[in-house]
């Protein structure tokens, strides 16, 4: 373990699960460092980190019918700059149908007592092609250069994994990538491992023959020693399309696994009671904290799980999105379609997206058993009226929402991947899931290409509010219109750095 990794250690006040804890003499020791790694020593100390002023964020061309590569777009977001809301940079990926998603770092606040780490790589694995790209973004972080290509060849050699997705990075300075399937597409929930330096594929983290049935999102909780991971579906079943028929089939995943951090293995595997398609999972920001938060898509719950009285784990539903009854749609009941979830770096906030029914929520979750919605927000959806849907019952709403219009432009698609800002005050949204995906359910994105919008957020009493001023329209790319997916801050943010 690293020095100051150690001294943030040996002064904690310990127990609790609040972010706030565990900041005694030796925490205050670790703050002073003359010579820090990356990010911050604690998730409130990273609250009050500088504004953000780029965002990087992946724009995708694959099942557009535009033959290009998808890029990574580099976007101004400094009120005070020129260029505020622009596009400033774009860099083609070398390849076609890549389906770039998701994106993490070379190194983040995990090693933030090691001095001689730096976060200068943003690594892009693909989930179709099976490539892992890293970027450069530390020699010109306002003009990304591609610095290596990890073959689909290399990872399918030395790991039997691909279609990857979720990349961490490790306090030991490596770099993990999760996996939804084998190279032939078959469900396999694996783990790659990187060497955090050179990029090489050293193997897989999990024991040979351990790897889970299927796999998705992770997120790993060392002073617990445990690490937990999802499972949407096989990639030959989902890469296409949605089909229900593989849903009653039992194609899609509906289980949370609990891995051994230490030892590289499943020691428990979670059935979770209306919990279909369990994507993205959150533990709280408190190294300490032995309890996070899980979004499942199509049952449109949130899970909560945590470590019992017993010391194993338990699950618990403590959202319900209820379903709405509807015509004109491809289903008689419309679910919510929770996508991506995120917590405030003070663990006070969790907010997710309803894809589909087109809103963005705030829960306080501070008591995490029960989440109480203080902000809701619809930025477009599948039930806006004059739309094709008619909204027969609904439990919540007295009325189909109005469509959004931001400055001037009808936003096509509903609120998908989300991005908070480090004191918790700023939310940003796109509005693309997977291109396969938002063909079937949203053609117009596929047509006008999705959007990137701007929410204020109230964090003393809670509550959403629109940016009108703000609008980011990948539709009007140089090459025709794109999907943009995840969004990532250079300096970290509370969906890629894991304090240890």
């Given at each position: 373990?690293?020095?100051?990794?150690?001294?943030?250690?040996?002064?904690?006040?310990?127990?609790?699960?609040?972010?706030?804890?565990?900041?005694?003499?030796?925490?205050?020791?670790?703050?002073?460092?003359?010579?820090?790694?990356?990010?911050?020593?604690?998730?409130?100390?990273?609250?009050?980190?500088?504004?953000?002023?780029?965002?990087?964020?992946?724009?995708?061309?694959?099942?557009?019918?535009?033959?290009?590569?998808?890029?990574?777009?580099?976007?101004d977001v400094d009120p005070k700059s020129p260029h505020y809301c622009q596009v400033i940079h774009r860099l083609p990926m070398p390849n076609l149908k890549d389906e770039l998603h998701h994106s993490g770092w070379n190194t983040c606040s995990s090693c933030f007592g090691d001095s001689t780490k730096s976060r200068t790589k943003?690594?892009?694995?693909?989930?179709?092609?099976?490539?892992?790209?890293?970027?450069?973004?530390?020699?010109?972080?306002?003009?990304?250069?591609?610095?290596?290509?990890?073959?689909?060849?290399?990872?399918?050699a030395k790991c039997d994994l691909g279609y990857v997705h979720t990349s961490h990075c490790l306090a030991s300075g490596e770099v993990m990538v999760s996996s939804l399937g084998d190279p032939k597409g078959n469900g396999k929930g694996g783990f790659v491992l990187l060497d955090g330096e050179t990029f090489e594929v050293k193997g897989t983290w999990e024991r040979p023959g351990g790897a889970a049935p299927m796999g998705y999102d992770f997120w790993y909780q060392p002073r617990h020693n445990v690490m937990i991971s999802s499972e949407w579906a096989a990639p030959n079943v989902f890469r296409d399309g949605f089909n229900p028929a593989d849903v009653e089939a039992g194609l899609y995943g509906s289980h949370l696994h609990?891995?051994?951090?230490?030892?590289?293995?499943?020691?428990?595997?979670?059935?979770?009671?209306?919990?279909?398609?369990?994507?993205?999972?959150?533990?709280l920001h408190n190294p300490d904290a032995a309890q996070g938060f899980v979004g499942c898509a199509l049952s449109s719950t949130i899970q909560r799980f945590y470590k019992n009285q017993g010391g194993t784990w338990s699950v618990e539903k403590v959202i319900q999105v209820p379903p709405k009854k509807v015509k004109g749609w491809m289903l008689p009941?419309?679910?919510?379609?929770?996508?991506?979830?995120?917590?405030?770096?003070?663990?006070?906030?969790l907010y997710f997206s309803n894809w589909l029914h087109g809103d963005l929520r705030q829960y306080d979750i501070s008591d995490p058993q029960r989440p109480r919605l203080t902000g809701q927000l619809f930025l477009g959806g599948s039930i806006v009226k004059g739309g094709p849907v008619q909204v027969l019952e609904d439990q919540e709403l007295k009325s189909q929402p109005e469509p959004l219009v931001v400055k001037g432009k009808r936003v096509p698609g509903g609120p998908q991947m989300i991005q908070l800002s480090l004191d918790g005050k700023r939310l940003y949204v796109t509005t693309s899931l997977y291109s396969a995906w938002d063909k079937q359910f949203y053609p117009d994105l596929i047509r006008e290409g999705s959007v990137m919008l701007q929410i204020d957020v109230d964090t003393v009493k809670g509550g959403l509010?629109?940016?009108?001023?703000?609008?980011?329209?990948?539709?009007?790319?140089?090459?025709?219109?794109?999907?943009?997916?995840?969004?990532?801050?250079?300096?970290?943010?509370?969906?890629s750095d894991i304090w240890v």
């Open positions: 373990m690293h020095t100051c990794i150690r001294a943030l250690r040996a002064g904690e006040d310990g127990g609790g699960d609040r972010a706030g804890v565990g900041t005694g003499p030796g925490l205050a020791r670790a703050t002073k460092c003359e010579k820090c790694g990356p990010g911050y020593p604690t998730p409130l100390e990273a609250m009050k980190g500088p504004r953000e002023e780029i965002i990087y964020l992946p724009c995708i061309y694959r099942n557009t019918g535009i033959e290009a590569p998808d890029y990574l777009a580099t976007v943003l690594m892009l694995p693909c989930l179709m092609s099976s490539r892992i790209y890293v970027v450069d973004v530390g020699s010109e972080p306002r003009a990304p250069k591609l610095h290596k290509v990890i073959e689909a060849e290399d990872i399918h609990v891995w051994d951090w230490q030892r590289h293995e499943i020691v428990q595997t979670l059935p979770l009671q209306d919990g279909l398609i369990p994507l993205e999972v959150r533990f009941e419309m679910p919510g379609l929770i996508t991506d979830i995120l917590l405030s770096l003070d663990d006070r906030f509010k629109l940016n009108p001023n703000f609008l980011v329209d990948f539709g009007k790319e140089p090459l025709g219109p794109a999907l943009a997916h995840e969004l990532r801050y250079p300096g970290g943010d509370c969906s």
